[in-house]
């Protein structure tokens, strides 16, 4: 089956642009994560849905990052008058079941975005 | 905060050898320990994963092992091949909500 796909695939955005980037998780899944991936490092963690509820954004770097599920299946991360320092490829990851589980999360293949 | 240290960053082998790579976690309340590949400019994929009521799990040439108490664990390859020349990644559970924490990474290259 189809696995998590994100777009754009690479995005561009002049100093101050605002910019969104999609997610379309496993048909079925409910728990929806971000992870941001500096350069050369692991994947940190932004965000977390559970269906539609947002029930942790303590790792939104600041109020310019917004993430919205509203109806439990594509997300869309949002980041507002961007700057250099958000250049970074933008991971998301979705699992079968909810936060009471550890199960298997996949990753789709990220939104490399670069701020000039 | 939750923490997870991976050594060592680079790893160079020769094909056929065994590769060992080595992390610590932080938060004593983690059950669940993922290691993920990346190839350049791909997705991480999960190769392996263990959970805290076992101390080893292998699959064909990978195995990993956990030591709860130390609250440090490996990823073992045997008989390397230029294919699994890639970044892994390890990482922990933390929190209710299943976040992953991971490490910064290990580069292995493979020599033919």
């Known amino acids: 089956g189809a696995g998590v796909s994100q777009s754009p695939r690479y995005k561009v955005a002049k100093r101050g642009q605002d910019v969104a980037l999609r997610c379309d998780p496993i048909s079925g899944h409910v728990s929806l994560f971000w992870y941001q991936q500096a350069l050369g490092q692991g994947p940190e963690f932004l965000t977390y849905f559970q269906n539609e509820a947002q029930l942790d954004k303590s790792g939104l770097p600041s109020d310019r990052f917004f993430a919205e599920r509203p109806e439990g299946s594509v997300s869309t991360l949002k980041i507002q008058r961007t700057q250099q320092e958000d250049s970074a490829v933008y991971l998301c990851?979705?699992?079968?079941?909810?936060?009471?589980?550890?199960?298997?999360?996949?990753f789709g293949p990220g939104t490399r975005l670069t701020v000039l | 905060g939750e923490n997870v240290e991976q050594h060592p960053s680079t790893l160079s082998v020769q094909e056929g050898d065994s590769a060992v790579i080595k992390c610590t976690y932080s938060d004593s309340a983690s059950n669940y320990f993922p290691w993920y590949k990346q190839e350049l400019g791909k997705r991480p994929q999960l190769i392996i994963d263990i959970r805290s009521n076992v101390g080893e799990k292998k699959d064909q040439r990978i195995a990993v092992t956990l030591n709860k108490t130390a609250k440090h664990f490996s990823l073992h390859i045997t008989e390397t091949q230029p294919e699994d020349s890639a970044v892994y990644f390890c990482a922990s559970i933390s929190g209710g909500y299943n976040k992953l924490i991971f490490g910064a990474g290990t580069r292995l290259a493979v020599h033919p």
């Open positions: 990851a979705s699992s079968l079941s909810d936060r009471g589980s550890t199960d298997t999360q996949y």
